[in-house]
């Protein structure tokens, strides 16, 4: 299984709206197939692992991450390609919350005259599709906050256009890439003109979000004028300068109309829609004043605090908790000459 999670793992970032999955199958106490879910549309893990194994699947096990599909999709049931492939025991970690499958693929797999198993290394599993698992069940993504920050919690450093080190920045980029979309404020684009790309590791470029309420993103931004500037998106509010919305959409962005809320746009609806886009994941990059309204309406449910240390820097803070939040199985760890503190926060 874990050698399954760890196929799984290859997809990240590449495969939503569908979960990460990887598959081994087993014959004789040997891995004789592996396959793993490259991309939406592309064979399933099991599907690939079977056809890796060939002959030698009859008899054997196959062990998946996630609980097999058995209805029609953009591919067939992996519940077909399991039973004709003469497995006789399937060993999976999770069952599958989506409500066309929960439980359906694992009995046709019994109705079948296969043995099945679930529940092996559940945890672990349900951490790799935590992003799947929460759009799903609360319809919106699941949002992975970072910050940086000094020792005394600002955000800035005057004279300093990044606040943390190199090794840092690749461990952002390398999220980047693990992600389906990064989110900022308009502030940060502002302040910054940020790509929001990866460039420190190889990877490829997640969708770009920007909360702008009153559609003030330049359209010589960075994010507009991006090589694919149809993966950038734009948030703004109903009643935006209608004005500068043409200028944006004209520039090639996708700029969707969203409701007001206290303080700007209304950050639940923006992220359940979002949701409803197929993102499974969202990797909150914007400053403190976003980042502390994610936190006060519930909508953040990881944080990554990257601390650097510096004194007397400069800039917002977060703000406006209604009390303290610990981190829930929080690390640490070093980063160069920063430190990185992360944990959940629900």
């Known amino acids: 299984m ?3 999670l760890r196929l799984a793992a290859r997809g990240a970032g590449r495969t939503s709206p569908n979960p990460m ?35 030698r699947a009859r008899g054997a ?46 009995r046709a797999l019994r109705e079948a005259g296969i043995s099945v198993e679930h529940g092996v290394l559940e945890a672990e599993a349900l951490r790799l599709n935590e992003g799947f698992v929460t759009r799903i069940r609360e319809g919106r993504p699941f949002v992975l906050l970072k910050l940086a920050l000094t020792l005394d919690g600002r955000t800035a450093v005057p004279g300093r256009r990044y606040l943390s080190g190199k090794r840092a920045l690749r461990e952002v980029h390398r999220l980047r890439d693990r992600m389906d979309a990064v989110l900022v404020g308009v502030g940060t684009v502002l302040a910054d003109d940020p790509q929001l790309t990866v460039r420190e590791v190889r990877g490829r470029d997640p969708l770009r979000v920007v909360v702008d309420t009153e559609a003030r993103t330049p359209p010589t931004a960075r994010v507009v004028r991006a090589r694919d500037p149809q993966r950038t998106m734009l948030l703004v509010g109903r009643d935006a300068d209608t004005r500068r919305v043409n200028r944006l959409r004209q520039a090639g962005v996708l700029v969707v109309s969203m409701p007001r809320a206290e303080g700007g746009i209304d950050l639940e609806r ?77």
């Not at 029609?72 to 499958?101: K, Q, W, Y």
């Not at 909508?299 to 650097?308: E, G, H, N, P």
């Not at 240390?309 to 829930?328: F, H, Q």
């Open 270 to 346: 923006a992220l359940r829609w979002l949701g409803e886009q197929g993102v499974n994941t969202v990797l909150s990059e914007a400053g403190p004043r976003v980042a502390s309204a994610l936190v006060r309406g519930g909508l953040a449910d990881r944080a990554l605090f990257i601390v650097s240390p510096v004194i007397g820097g400069d800039g917002p803070r977060l703000d406006g908790m209604p009390e303290p939040r610990a981190l829930r199985d929080g690390a640490t760890r070093r980063l160069g000459e920063d430190v990185l503190f992360e944990g959940y926060l629900s």
């Open 2 to 4: 874990r050698a399954a």
């Open 21 to 55: 999955v990887g598959a081994v199958v087993v014959r004789g106490g040997e891995v004789v197939g592996r396959g793993w879910h490259h991309a939406a549309g592309e064979p399933h893990a099991e599907a690939l692992a079977l056809r890796d194994a060939g002959d």
């Open 61 to 106: 096990t196959l062990v998946v991450t996630l609980e097999p599909c058995s209805h029609h999709g953009r591919t067939p049931p992996c519940v077909d390609a399991v039973r004709d492939s003469g497995v006789v025991r399937v060993v999976a970690a999770m069952r599958d919350p989506f409500p066309r499958v929960d439980g359906r693929g694992f």
